[in-house]
């Protein structure tokens, strides 16, 4: 396995952003039938002010082991504002392209995954991708851009006061949050452009309310896009894999009914590239 460690930079990104590579070996004899494998790269949360291991590398070892392979995009956080954070992940998925040939990635079979406000970072993407600002400053075409598709896991979705993680929004607008509450309010930006999504929430999410993945969800449904949509009765925000693996040290993130999470979410992979 190739493990790297690459800087991103770009306007206004913190000295710290940058991007985890795990890349598996691929030979190009006769041993192994696949020659280039897909990719997913993967926003970790933490409320715009951190980025979580839990939901970094954790997730990215079970891609590995499902045969792709995963980059951990370490974002920039408060105080970094938007659009700082969605030029990163196009960034990203620029170094991707560049290493294509070099890693024997498939690059028609790009997924973004994020958890909590990477959840929301990965879904901006899903519905930007396209637009001129990103565009321009990644220095990518449009179609260079799109993913194939997008997995959140738990994510803040809307500015909504009545259901908004206001400290996301918080930090990730600063004192832009009047004019631009909105404009990353993901369920108001969905087009027939967007990705087909995997989206997983529980009932009892009392930091990041379920009503962040319904209204993404009618949104898509809207559209016509593509959607995926499990909610679990049981399980509080955060839970990573939900498996021993991502167990805290006092005992909490283990939420077995909602590990099954991943297998679901593997499915839905295997069928999106089909």
């Not at 396995?1 to 710290?16: K, N």
């Not at 992940?89 to 890693?103: D, L, M, P, Q, Y």
């Not at 990730?172 to 990353?184: C, F, M, Q, R, S």
């Not at 949104?219 to 009765?233: C, R, T, Y």
Request: aromatic residues 8%; hydrophobic residues 40%.
């Amino acid at each position: 396995m190739i493990y790297e460690e690459i800087p991103v930079q770009t306007e206004g990104s913190a000295d710290y952003a940058r991007l985890q590579v795990f890349i598996q070996d691929t030979p190009l004899d006769r041993s192994l039938k696949r020659k280039r494998r897909p990719l997913i790269l993967i926003c970790p949360g933490g409320g715009y002010e951190r980025t979580s291991y839990r939901e970094g590398e954790p997730t990215a070892l079970h891609f590995l082991s499902r045969g792709y392979h995963a980059c951990v995009l370490r974002y920039s956080v408060a105080p970094v504002h938007f659009p700082t954070q969605v030029l990163e992940v196009g960034c990203a998925v620029r170094i991707i392209r560049e290493n294509a040939e070099k890693w024997k990635i498939d690059t028609d079979r790009i997924v973004v995954q994020g958890s909590s406000a990477g959840g929301h970072l990965a879904a901006c993407y899903g519905a930007f991708w396209n637009q001129g600002f990103l565009i321009d400053r990644v220095k990518l075409g449009a179609e260079e851009l799109r993913p194939r598709g997008i997995m959140l896991s738990y994510p803040v979705i809307t500015s909504d006061p009545e259901y908004a993680h206001m400290g996301s929004f918080e930090n990730l607008l600063g004192e832009a949050y009047d004019t631009l509450a909105d404009k990353v309010s993901v369920e108001k930006q969905v087009t027939e452009k967007m990705p087909p999504c995997f989206i997983w929430h529980t009932l009892d999410d009392d930091t990041v309310p379920v009503e962040n993945s319904l209204m993404l969800t009618k949104a898509l449904h809207g559209k016509g896009i593509s959607a995926e949509l499990h909610i679990f009765p049981e399980g509080v925000h955060g839970l990573s894999l939900a498996s021993p693996v991502v167990e805290r040290e006092d005992g909490s993130g283990v939420q077995s009914e909602c590990a099954r999470w991943i297998e679901l979410a593997d499915a839905w992979l295997e069928r999106l590239f089909e």
